[in-house]
Nanobody
């Protein structure tokens, strides 16, 4: 059974940091691209970042470039999202997802999803 489990969300002040984790099981981890998405109330789910577990290539949305860092520990089947210099507009439920397709920031490209973790940034 494929499982993606996010953790690490919480409440943080603007300018602070959080690290999200996505623990994967039930599939061959290094054959997949893992993406992070977020959805704020009343808004569409948007891509934040993704990483190829095979070669480590990464991609970031412009809104988080320079503030967020995605990384992968293949030995632990876990992907991390280090979020620094957090802003109010980063408040959302954050999801990780997996796809065997090529790198993509489109939610429609992903086959498996976690349950999400809430990130709230207060000013």
């Amino acid at each position: 059974e494929v499982q993606l489990v996010e953790s690490g969300g919480g409440l943080v002040q603007a300018g602070g940091s959080l690290r999200l984790s996505c623990a994967a099981s039930g599939f061959t981890f290094d054959e997949y691209v893992i993406g992070w998405f977020r959805q704020a109330p009343g808004k569409e789910r948007e891509g934040v970042s993704c990483i190829s577990s095979e070669d480590g290539s990464t991609y970031y949305a412009d809104s988080v470039k320079g503030r967020f860092t995605i990384s992968s520990d293949n030995a632990k089947n876990t992907v991390y999202l280090q979020m620094d210099s957090l802003k109010d507009e980063d408040t959302a439920v954050y999801y990780c997802a997996a796809t065997r397709s090529s790198m993509s920031m489109s939610r429609w490209a992903y086959d498996y999803w976690g349950q999400g973790t809430q990130v709230t940034v207060s000013s």
